[in-house]
Each structure stands twice: as structure tokens, then as C-alpha cells.
């Protein structure tokens, strides 16, 4: 098939899941536009990297400090439309500052940790986007129905992303594949290598497993079961992308997060749900005694067709805990990459490859113990949610799961990353708004007449 041909008919595939989709989005507002760009950027590629359209290139040393002006300048837009969009809705910032305190304290030890980085400016640049994380996650949480707009979010990115991803793999391989350092071929789409492939489909499938398995049928998300061929074109796409990416660690979480959806469902469960937590723990405790008694580890790492050393990580791992400075507060924020000490290693190494490692080499201890307090703060917020709404609970702890197992063998917690976004829409809360003004009479009047 012609090119040209091909990408007239995924343009057209993309519009259609649009349209077909155009009625699943009441209750959501226009603000939501701002955190699908902002997740669709950073789940594919930079803007400048798609006005320099070309094979995926791998960053080096000066292009990692200095940056992109036109990148920059785009984030910056999208922050500050979002903290626009934040002050017009009047929220009750002290509820969200002391409900979300976690989450502030890190970004407040973050700013302060910019003194001590060998490239104080970078590292503050660096914090200020991060930063925009938190604006986007509360642009979505604000919205009157929280969970269908953080639906619509990955909805559209699925509707756009993955068709864009099986165009570039299939008829425009300069676009959509890039080599490894052996030679090795492999499948990107519209992301800059085969894991950010992987993360796409993990990103955008962990909607449609919750919305098949959960969301769908829950009264309190009425409007969400989509149209058939919607469901037909994205699973599809889903497993042939997952398939050609080769990601092992996306797709183990993808198969862990749709079993925790099927689990969550069954009846027993359902009239208890306060035993899932528990249920976590015991298989948490089970698995450490099978890998101390039999290396159950390796055996699951085999299946996934890795080697035990995690496709020699284990190596990179021992190489930059060699370069640990301060194991209490770290380089500085996000400074590791950009310090003195990594000057002198490759151009093209840019990642631990493990974000606790990684938040270690930055923030040093203090800082992961940081995600520790997420991880808390997130179980907590879970059980609360449990008896109040049971499908967004569900969705909680699954990205909750989803990061805890993704960041041991990829960086997450730094940047502009969907995975990061994810610990953040599991912890994060904003209270509901108070009764205002006529609001408040009303609801008074009307309970005086019920009295009555």
C-alpha cells in the first residue's frame, strides 16, 4: 500500500474515534486540552523533535544543559495556561496544600536542593516543569466529574497515539524505527525508542482494561461504555503495538493491573473491599518467601523472555552507585546527568534505568523516602476511597501498583513523564467545593422546609 494512501486512512481512523467518542464527554470542560498535551508530549516526543522529524536520536551532553528554546517555551505556555485555569476555579488552596502534603514537601525540598547542584539554573529549569506535572494533575482532579476527565485524557491519547505509532511502524519506518547499539532493529512509533513505545500502549491500555473490566458498568461514571468498534480498533492496536514494541516491563504491568480489574470484581471482594489491601500484602509477603526459598524472580523475568540481569542494568546500576556524592541529599535536583562526575562517561547515557536509583543519585536518601510517603499517602487515600467511589478506588492502587513495579527497571520519577503523572493522579486529592453564597441559603432553606 502507498504511503500517502496509509496515512489518509489513519487520519481518518483517528477522526472517527473522535467523533464516535464526541458523546462520552459531558460534564468535562475544554480545559482538559491543556493535560492531553502535556501527557501526549510526553508520551511521544519533544515538539522540537517532531518539527525535526527523523529517525528517534539519542541526546547529547550539551543538548542535555542547554535544552530546547522552542520545548521550553511550550511547556511554559502549558503551566502557565493551567495555573490560569487553576485561579479561575477559586479553589480552596490551604484544603490542597494540607490534604496533599507529601507532594509539596518533595517540590519544596526539590527547590532547596537546587543550591547545592553544580548547575544551579538547570536544575531550577528542571523543578519549574516538574512542577507542571502537579498544575496538570490538578487541572484534571478540579474538573466536576475528576475520574471521566482523567478517562477522556487517556481516551484521546489512545485515539491518537496508537493509530500515529502502527502508521510510522508499518509504512514510515524512518519515522517509527531506530537501532539499538548492537544493530538490533527496533520498533518505536511515535516514541523516541521501543520502552516509550511500551509505555504508550501501558499508558493508554490501562484505560480500556478499566473501562471494560470496571468503569463502564459503575453508576457513578454513567457515560462511559464506548462504542463497540472503538473497543475493536484500540484493543487491537494495543496488542499488535505491545507486540512489535517488545516491552517487557510495560506489558508484565499491563497483565498485572488487568488481573487486579478482573480481581477487584468478583463478588466476595466487591461486598468487602477493605480485604484488598490485605489480599496485596499476603501476596507481597508470598512472593518474598518464594524468592528467598526458589529465586521466583528469575523464573518470571525468563518467561518474559529477559535475562536475570535485566538486560545488563544490573551493570549500569553498579556503575553509578560508584558515582554517588552525598547518599543524604544527592547532586541536586535532576542534576545527576548533568553533573561534573557524568561528563565523563557516554554522551548517549542518560538513565539508571531504575527510578529509585535514580530519585537516590538525585535527591539521595531523603528523596526516596519521599516515594515511600507517596506510596503511604496513596494506600491511605485508596482505603478511604473504597466506600465512596469503589472504581476509582480500583484505579488508584492500580497505578499505585503500576509505578512501584514499572520504576524498578525504568526512570520515572523526574521530567515530564506519564508514569510520574500516574504516582501523582494516585495521590493526590482535592477536596470538594463548600456551598457558597446562594448555594448555602438554598441548602439551608431546604433543609428548614424538610424539618417543616
Known sequence: MPKQFALLIFIFIILYLFYMDRKNN??????IWIPFIWMALAGS???GQWLNLGPPQMITTDAYLEGSPIDRSVYMMLIFSGIFVLLKRRLNWSSIFKDNTWIWLYFAFGLLSCLWSDYTFVSFKRWFKALG?????LVVLTEARPYVAFGVVLKRLAFLLLPLSVLFVKFYPELGRAYAKSGQPMFTGVGFQKNALGQICLVTGIYFAWNLLISCRAKNLSGQKLHFSIYLIIVSML?????????ATSFACMVVAIGLFAFSQYPAIKRNPQKILVILIICAVLFAIMEFAIGIKDTIIALLG??????????IWKTYFSLVRNPI?????????ASARMQNLADDVFSAHNGYLEMYLNLGIIG???ILAWIISGLKKFHSYLLINYPAAILRLALIVIVCLYSWTEATFAGVNNIFLFILFAVISVPKKEKTGQNKVMAATGAILKNR
Open 368 to 370: 526516596v523516602l519521599f
Open 45 to 47: 516526543r519533544t515538539v
Open 133 to 137: 506535572n502537579v498544575i496538570m494533575v
Open 26 to 31: 459531558e460534564g468535562v470542560s475544554h480545559a
Open 306 to 315: 529477559r535475562k536475570p540481569d535485566f538486560t545488563e542494568r544490573v551493570d
Open 239 to 247: 496488542i499488535w503495538l505491545f507486540y512489535m514494541a517488545n516491552s
Open 329 to 337: 541529599v544527592g547532586y541536586g535536583f535532576e542534576s545527576f546527568y
